[in-house]
Structures are given as structure tokens and as C-alpha cells.
């Protein structure tokens, strides 16, 4: 949950044509609802939990904590300028599905710390200086960013396929103008849309491994 998460949730908005209406903090809830509600069905430990976004610019509107073996899904888009801004720029037909979309690549995170991944993305300073020490936490970091990505993308072909190619496109579109070396999935997006949308038979996880696998 930090400014980093922000500005990556931001770049996978990109502009609109035209400002649109924010979305409430009931649809961030329903989004992160849904979300946790699948986790749920895969047996995984996960909750959801409200609070105010506290008025503080760069905070993201969704995001994960994970402590004890457990993961919880944080919404904090009330009071959120963040929130506002980004879910400002998503065309209104994709706003529920885009949000949903976010929502499932946290949940991709959930699944990988679970399963014993590292997920800190602060390389302590008395470290950062050296050169392939940073190289490798850069490489580890945007392997989990490529594999929640996966994640939201395997949820949009099992469940919104006539989407697809319109989604990923933008995930696509955006990671490229933003791109970031620890965010940069432009190469696995690219690959994914051009496969179009495979169906993962309910379980995203898996489809994410065997794309995120056969992808590097």
C-alpha cells in the first residue's frame, strides 16, 4: 500500500477520451467483493477491509496486506483523491469491470505470497547501491507484477471475453507509456493479446503459472 501502487493502478487507467463521473466507494467495494469472493472459492485466506482514504494524494484505492498466512484486501477509495482521479479516466461501459480487473490482480499477489513468493518492493538502502543485487530485486519484483497481471488477465477471458481484447489493449497501452523496469510487463501483455482469450477454467492461478512460465 504505498505511492508505487498508486501510480501503477493510475498507469493501468490511462486517459480517457473524456472525464467521467468517479466511481463510489460502493463500486470499489463490490469490486473488491467479488474479488475476495473467488479467492474465497479456491480456499484461500483472504478478507476484505474498508477504511478511509484519509484525503492523502498517492494512496491507493485497492491494494494487500498480508500477515500470519493471511492476505486482506484494503479499499480505502472514500475520501481518496486517488480514487477519484483514476476511476475518473475508465470509459464508463468499463469502469465495474475495470475495478474488478484490479481488484483480481491483488488477488494474484495474495496467491503468490501464500505459496511462499517474496513480495516487499523496498530494497533497503545500505544495499541499493550494488549493481546486480539490484538488478535481481528489480527481476523479482516484475516477476510478481507479470504474474498478478496474468492473473487479471486469465479473469477477464474466463469471464469477460468479449472484452478481452479491448482491456488488454489498454493494459497494454498503458504499461508501455509508463513503463517502469519492476512494472514492465509489455512483453507478456503483447503475447497475451495476441493468443486472445483462453479459458481457465475457473482456476486463474494456474492459467497465470503456465502463461507467466511460457512467456519468459
Given at each position: 500500500?504505498?505511492?508505487?501502487?498508486?501510480?501503477?493502478?493510475?498507469?493501468?487507467?490511462?486517459?480517457?477520451?473524456?472525464?467521467?463521473?468517479?466511481?463510489?466507494?460502493?463500486?470499489?467495494?463490490?469490486?473488491?467483493?467479488?474479488?475476495?469472493?473467488?479467492?474465497?472459492a479456491?480456499?484461500?485466506?483472504?478478507?476484505?477491509?474498508?477504511?478511509?482514504g484519509?484525503?492523502?494524494?498517492?494512496?491507493?484505492?485497492?491494494?494487500?496486506?498480508?500477515?500470519?498466512?493471511?492476505?486482506?484486501?484494503?479499499?480505502?477509495?472514500?475520501?481518496?483523491?486517488?480514487?477519484?482521479?483514476l476511476?475518473?479516466?475508465?470509459?464508463?461501459?468499463?469502469?465495474?469491470?475495470?475495478?474488478?480487473?484490479?481488484?483480481?490482480?491483488e488477488?494474484?499477489?495474495?496467491?503468490?505470497?501464500?505459496?511462499g513468493?517474496?513480495?516487499?518492493?523496498k530494497?533497503?538502502?545500505?544495499?541499493?547501491?550494488?549493481g546486480?543485487?539490484?538488478?535481481?530485486f528489480?527481476r523479482?519484483?516484475?516477476?510478481?507484477?507479470?504474474?498478478a497481471?496474468?492473473?487479471?488477465?486469465?479473469?477477464?477471458?474466463?469471464?469477460?471475453?468479449?472484452?478481452?481484447?479491448?482491456l488488454?489493449?489498454e493494459m497494454?497501452?498503458?504499461r508501455?507509456?509508463?513503463?517502469?523496469?519492476k512494472?514492465?510487463?509489455v512483453?507478456?501483455?503483447?503475447?497475451?493479446?495476441?493468443?486472445?482469450?483462453?479459458?481457465?477454467?475457473?482456476?486463474?492461478?494456474?492459467?497465470?503459472?503456465?502463461?507467466?512460465?511460457?512467456?519468459?
Open positions: 500500500m504505498n505511492k508505487l501502487c498508486a501510480a501503477v493502478l493510475l498507469a493501468l487507467a490511462g486517459p480517457a477520451a473524456s472525464a467521467a463521473a468517479p466511481a463510489t466507494e460502493a463500486q470499489w467495494i463490490a469490486a473488491a467483493t467479488e474479488a475476495v469472493a473467488y479467492g474465497r479456491q480456499g484461500m485466506p483472504i478478507d476484505l477491509e474498508v477504511v478511509d484519509n484525503g492523502l494524494p498517492g494512496h491507493t484505492p485497492v491494494g494487500l496486506a498480508s500477515e500470519n498466512g493471511r492476505c486482506t484486501l484494503v479499499v480505502s477509495a472514500s475520501n481518496n483523491p486517488t480514487a477519484d482521479k476511476s475518473s479516466m475508465i470509459k464508463p461501459e468499463l469502469l465495474d469491470t475495470f475495478l474488478a480487473g484490479a481488484a483480481m490482480h488477488v494474484g499477489h495474495c496467491h503468490r505470497r501464500l505459496n513468493y517474496p513480495h516487499n518492493e530494497l533497503l538502502p545500505v544495499v541499493a547501491w550494488i546486480p543485487l539490484r538488478d535481481w528489480t523479482r519484483v516484475r516477476t510478481e507484477e507479470a504474474y497481471d496474468m492473473t487479471s488477465v486469465a479473469w477477464i477471458a474466463r469471464y469477460h471475453p468479449e472484452r478481452y481484447t479491448a488488454v489493449n497494454l497501452r498503458v508501455t507509456r509508463f513503463r517502469e523496469p512494472h514492465d510487463t512483453a507478456l501483455l503483447e503475447r497475451a493479446l495476441a493468443e486472445g482469450p483462453q479459458d481457465a477454467n475457473e482456476n486463474l492461478f494456474a492459467q497465470a503459472d503456465e502463461r507467466l512460465n511460457r512467456y519468459r
